[in-house]
């Protein structure tokens, strides 16, 4: 058994919790997620999207929130093992990696007008 895997389940909350603090803190683009989020999540309940619309926001923002961590983490690790040298290859990774993260907040940000349009226009905005 590894040094990681015999750590305590409470080090390992710990651990996930720096490093949730760390991608914040490093990436601006999670950043401007997180806002985002907030914003759609109140938005949500002022107008009463109801629960299982508010679970559908949720979970489409859970995922960009992931591909953006996901690829914050592929290009640290990239980064460490080229050691910020030049590749062609780590230029691909880190191109893809983030064409993930456009291609979900594209998804997301569709979710969000097929719930969003209907009750702004119920609520006569």
């Not at 999670?30 to 309940?45: E, K, Q």
């Not at 993930?100 to 009750?119: D, E, M, R, Y």
Request: charged content about 15%.
């Amino acid at each position: 058994m590894t040094k990681f895997k015999a750590q305590s389940f409470r080090a390992k909350i710990e651990n996930a919790r720096h490093g949730i603090n760390l991608a914040l803190r490093a990436e601006k683009n999670l950043r401007v997620h997180t806002a985002i989020a907030s914003i759609v999540i109140l938005a949500g309940l002022i107008l009463h999207v109801g629960t299982l619309k508010l679970a559908i926001l949720l979970l489409t923002i859970g995922l960009v929130v992931i591909a953006e961590m996901l690829n914050s983490a592929l290009e640290f690790a990239v980064d460490a093992l080229y050691k910020n040298k030049y590749s062609r290859l780590v230029k691909f990774a880190k191109d893809i990696s983030a064409g993930a993260v456009l291609f979900v907040s594209f998804i997301a940000a569709s979710v969000g007008l097929l719930i969003f349009i209907p009750q702004i226009l119920k609520a006569g905005f």
